[in-house]
Nanobody, 122 residues
Framework: QLHLVESGGGLVQPGDSLRLSCAAS????????GAWFRQAPGKEREFVAA????????TYADSVKGRFTISRDNVKNTVYLQMTTLKPEDTAVYYC???????????????WGQGTQVTVSS
């Protein structure tokens, strides 16, 4: 069983940067694709970014492309989401997920963290 724990969320101002971390335990995170999703109040959970293990290929939602960067450190069993030029519409609970293939579909990920709140407000 893979256990995921997110950290790094908080309250920031528009234009600020923030880095989220997702630490895995139980199984080697290197076996899995890692992804970030987010859910804003009153909205469905949406895909943000994903990274596969072997070739470090990444994919992003159009809304974050150019501002967010997903990366991973397989030695530390951790996936990161570096967020820059944050906007109020980025406010959401951010979830880390892991699965055997990278996908924009949350159904492809059997393992999830508990989420970390990111609030962007002046």
């Amino acid at each position: 069983q893979l256990h995921l724990v997110e950290s790094g969320g908080g309250l920031v101002q528009p234009g600020d940067s923030l880095r989220l971390s997702c630490a895995a335990s139980g199984l080697p995170f290197s076996w899995y694709a890692g992804a970030w999703f987010r859910q804003a109040p009153g909205k469905e959970r949406e895909f943000v970014a994903a990274i596969i293990s072997s070739r470090r290929t990444t994919t992003y939602a159009d809304s974050v492309k150019g501002r967010f960067t997903i990366s991973r450190d397989n030695v530390k069993n951790t996936v990161y989401l570096q967020m820059t030029t944050l906007k109020p519409e980025d406010t959401a609970v951010y979830y880390c997920a892991a699965g055997t293939q990278d996908s924009r579909n949350e159904g492809a990920y059997p393992y999830w963290g508990q989420g970390t709140q990111v609030t962007v407000s002046s």
